[in-house]
């Protein structure tokens, strides 16, 4: 029988930085309700989390990412320290949405809420027979939650059953456009 993975897992895409670590049948979460500044603070607490079981970076056998919906800017955050850390440690780092994330362990069919901007949410169902509609943007509230410790632990044990099967670099799942706006005078001329 082959010993459980090792999974790191974290996410920025709300306001906190939420870590999980998946060792074997037991987890361990860690979540710091921040509005800014994920960017400082995530690299310390994953360094802290593993110190605290007595770990390395090498003992990990995958890097679990959450890759939204949420905060454009905390998305980008959590995606460049999986990315950065799977390419330096050579581990795989595996994306986890949101929606994945909310629908682990329910009974389908089921219909995954995720708060949005301006009292608004974003949904995707899962249906009965395996399959799942495209998330969209929704103009009522979300309701009820789960917390982030269960959020995130549920990002560990995804990415952990992906380990043995082929999956894409992490990306960003992104369902409006972004607020900000592109300038609206002309690039400036640059002279040779």
């Not at 939650?145 to 990306?171: C, M, Y």
Request: proline share 9%; net charge negative.
């Amino acid at each position: 029988m082959q010993p459980k993975p090792i999974v790191l897992a974290f996410d920025t895409s709300a306001a906190h930085c939420a870590a999980a670590l998946l060792l074997g049948d037991r987890i361990v979460t860690h979540v710091d309700e921040m509005a800014k500044g994920q960017a400082e603070h995530l690299m310390p607490m994953l360094e802290e989390m593993l110190a605290t079981e007595g770990l390395t970076w090498r003992d990990l056998d995958g890097i679990g990412v959450g890759v939204g919906p949420g905060n454009f800017t905390g998305i980008r955050i959590a995606l460049s320290a999986a990315r950065g850390l799977a390419l330096g440690l050579g581990k795989p780092a595996i994306g986890v949405n949101g929606f994945d994330a909310r629908a682990l362990g329910e009974t389908l069919p089921f219909t995954a809420t995720i708060p949005a901007p301006r009292d608004q949410s974003y949904t995707q169902a899962f249906h009965a027979d395996g399959t799942t509609s495209d998330p969209a943007q929704n103009t009522e509230p979300a309701g009820a939650q789960k917390g982030a410790e269960v959020l995130i632990g549920a990002v560990a044990e995804i990415a952990a059953s992906r380990l043995a099967t082929d999956h894409p670099r992490p990306a960003p799942l992104y369902i409006r456009s972004a607020d900000a706006a592109p300038p609206r005078d002309p690039a400036p001329v640059l002279l040779p």
